[in-house]
């Protein structure tokens, strides 16, 4: 997992309540459980005007010219501003995939759903809570300035306009913040203990050797 410490990136407004996990990456689309190959299909039924199946080409696909994330403004866009209860539906841990292999590293909402929020964290995309308030400042700013951008400093736990003329503090828990700045998933924090484990399972053996022969 890739390490979050600052970034800095064009931001992409999806003004739109309570986006559900199927909306994000649809259904028909989850027969993998490789996390790869999920950023193309990512909110299909949004971003183009045919009904979208595993194996099609994309690229001949048409396209919603009205969908934000096809506007010319938002190309390479890495930071998503969403509204509130974004990912809620299903648990699909496909949603952050698709997220992430799009090319977004955070999104910015008001709320998430719980599962959603806790998601995004075991695959380095960082959620962000602010206050609505703020949340409506930054879509006029976003929709009033072309190629619109925020730096994100997560060790200061800080948003900061590109001038400099307005910062957003942000809360997040210790444990998760400390993953996220080191680049550490499940597997990476249990790796962690490698030695711990071995030695458990070493021990566990010589006191019960008759397990020795089920394995």
């Known amino acids: 997992m890739d390490k979050f410490i600052v970034h800095k990136g ?10 559900d996990t199927d909306a994000i990456i649809p ?18 039924e949004w ?33 998503l501003l969403a509204r509130k209860n974004f990912g809620c539906g ?7 995939w698709a997220l992430q292999q799009f090319g977004f590293r955070a999104i910015i909402a ?8 806790n998601n995004c964290f075991k695959n380095g995309l960082l959620p962000i809570v602010l206050p609505e308030t703020v949340i409506d400042s930054l879509f006029n700013e976003i929709n009033a300035f072309i190629g619109y ?16 003329d307005r910062h957003f503090k942000f809360d997040l828990d210790a444990f998760r913040k400390h993953c996220l700045l080191n680049g550490l998933d499940d597997i990476a924090l249990t790796l962690r203990s490698s030695d711990k484990i071995r030695d458990f399972e070493a021990r566990h053996l010589a ?6 022969n089920s394995i």
């Open 27 to 44: 259904k028909q689309f989850l027969k993998s459980i490789h996390r790869t190959g999920f950023g193309p299909n990512l909110f299909d």
């Open 207 to 212: 006191n019960q050797p008759w397990l020795a």
């Open 10 to 19: 064009i931001v992409a407004p999806l003004d739109r309540a309570n986006v």
């Open 90 to 96: 299903s648990s699909r841990e496909h949603a952050p």
């Open 110 to 117: 008001p709320s998430f759903a719980d599962i959603f929020y």
């Open 47 to 79: 971003r183009y005007l045919d009904h979208g199946e595993p194996g099609i080409d994309n690229s001949k696909r048409p396209v919603n010219p009205d969908f934000v994330l096809n506007q010319a403004r938002y190309q390479g866009a890495s930071i």
């Open 149 to 164: 951008q925020l730096q994100i400093d997560l060790e200061q736990q800080v948003i900061s306009t590109a001038n400099g």
